[in-house]
C-alpha cells in the first residue's frame, strides 16, 4: 500500500524495520537515549497511533506563505511509488500555494535532480526557496526506498545546495 511496484511482505507497515528495531532496541543506544532498559520498542503502537490523530493531516498551506516570505526555504518530496502521498497530488499542491511567489514556480522548469555520486535520482522544481521533489523509484518511506538518494536530498536541502 505504500509502494505501488512491490507487494506487502512485512506487516503490518509493508516495510522490513528490523534494522531499526535492531539498533533502537541495542542497549548502549536506548541508553544513550535515556530511554529505560523495561521499555519494549514496537514499529507500531496503536496507542501511540489513536493519540497523535488529531494531529494527523495539517492544513500547512496556511502557514507556509510566511514561512517562505521570511526566506526560509521549504522541501516537500514524494516518492514516484507512492500510493499514499502520490507525487502528482504533491505537486498539484505545491503548484497551488498560494504565496507571493507561486506564478514564479509555476513557470519555472523541471530539473533533473543528480545526486553528488551522479546518479539519476528524480526531478526537481525550485523558486523562491520553494522546492518539490520527485524521488524516482521510491515509495512511502523513501529513506528505506532509496537511503543514498535519500541522504543526498536532505545533505543538499540542508547545505543551500540546487537539486
Known amino acids: 500500500m505504500y509502494d505501488v ?3 506487502c511482505e512485512v506487516e503490518p507497515l509493508c516495510y522490513d524495520f528490523s534494522l531499526g528495531t535492531k539498533f533502537l532496541t541495542n542497549p548502549k543506544v536506548m541508553k ?3 530511554v529505560s532498559s523495561s521499555v519494549q520498542w514496537v514499529d507500531c503502537n496503536m ?15 496556511i502557514n507556509l506563505p510566511e514561512v517562505l516570505a521570511a526566506n526560509i526555504p521549504v522541501l516537500v518530496y514524494s516518492g514516484t511509488n507512492d500510493w ?12 497551488q500555494l498560494q504565496w507571493p ?3 514564479g514556480y509555476n513557470r519555472a522548469n523541471w530539473q533533473q535532480w543528480t545526486t ?8 526537481s522544481k525550485t523558486y523562491g526557496g520553494l522546492t518539490f521533489l520527485e524521488v524516482a523509484n521510491a515509495g512511502h518511506m523513501v529513506p528505506m526506498d532509496q537511503p543514498a538518494n535519500a541522504l543526498d536530498m536532505v545533505t543538499k536541502f540542508v547545505n543551500g545546495q540546487p537539486f
Open 5 to 7: 511496484t512491490k507487494r
Open 32 to 34: 544513550a537515549l535515556g
Open 47 to 61: 496507542e501511540v497511533h489513536e493519540l497523535l490523530l488529531g494531529d494527523w493531516i495539517g492544513n500547512y498551506a
Open 84 to 95: 499514499i502521498c502520490n507525487y502528482l497530488g504533491g505537486e498539484a499542491w505545491a503548484s
Open 101 to 103: 511567489g507561486q506564478p
Open 116 to 123: 553528488s555520486s551522479g546518479s539519476n535520482a528524480g526531478r
